[in-house]
Structures are given as C-alpha cells and as structure tokens.
C-alpha cells in the first residue's frame, strides 16, 4: 500500500507563498485520485483542492484562484502552491489517496500564516 509524507509546511507572513509536497511511496497502483484537505485548531478537516486526470481540478470556493493543486507522476509527487496566503489558511494540511486499495492520508505538514 502507497504511503504518503508531506513536507513544505512552516510559517510565512499574509501575502507570501508556500509549496507543499506530498510523496508517495510503496505500491501506487490504479490510482484513483488525490486530494489535499486542511485542519484549522478546533475545527473539522475541510477540503482544499482535488486532482485527476480524467477531469480538471477543483477547489474549495476559499482556495479557488490562489492556491494550484498539480502532480508529478514520475516523481509520485502532489504539490499544493499556495499564494496569496492569508491568517485563515493556517491549520494542518493533509493529503489523500484514493486508489482500489482504499484511501490513504499523510500525516500532515502545518503551516501557519500571519497576519
């Protein structure tokens, strides 16, 4: 089963960029899709952006616009570019794998915005 680590997560100031990554090792057969979701403190995980290559990428209404969900097959890679930051996009970040073996999470990479 494909195991996922994200990285890129740390503190910026309002308006600066970040670029998180997601890297999946083990087995990456018959992918579905991937996802990146977000956890604000005392708040529910919500959807961020979502990708596959059968159709084009969506995003929460609050991302859409400054943030770009893209994916490095080669490198079995999902990156999140994140511009434009802002307090409110604080909180964990988790990317998710959907594949006929199930769905499969990160363990988070935090980033923190201020304002």
């Known amino acids: 089963q494909g195991h996922l680590v994200e990285s890129g997560g740390g503190s910026v100031q309002a308006g600066g960029s970040l670029r998180l990554s997601c890297t999946t090792s083990?087995?990456?057969?018959?992918?579905?899709?991937m996802s990146w979701h977000r956890q604000a403190s005392g708040k529910e995980r919500e959807f961020v952006a979502y990708?596959?290559?059968?159709?084009?990428?969506t995003y929460a209404d609050s991302v859409r616009s400054r943030f770009t969900i893209s994916q490095d097959n080669a490198k079995k890679t999902l990156y999140l570019q994140k511009n434009s930051l802002k307090p409110e996009d604080t909180g964990a970040y988790y990317c998710k794998r959907v594949s006929c073996l199930g769905d499969h999470w990160g363990q988070g990479t935090h980033v923190t915005v201020s304002s």
């Open positions: 990708i596959n290559l059968a159709a084009p990428s």
């Open positions: 083990g087995d990456t057969s018959c992918l579905y899709s």
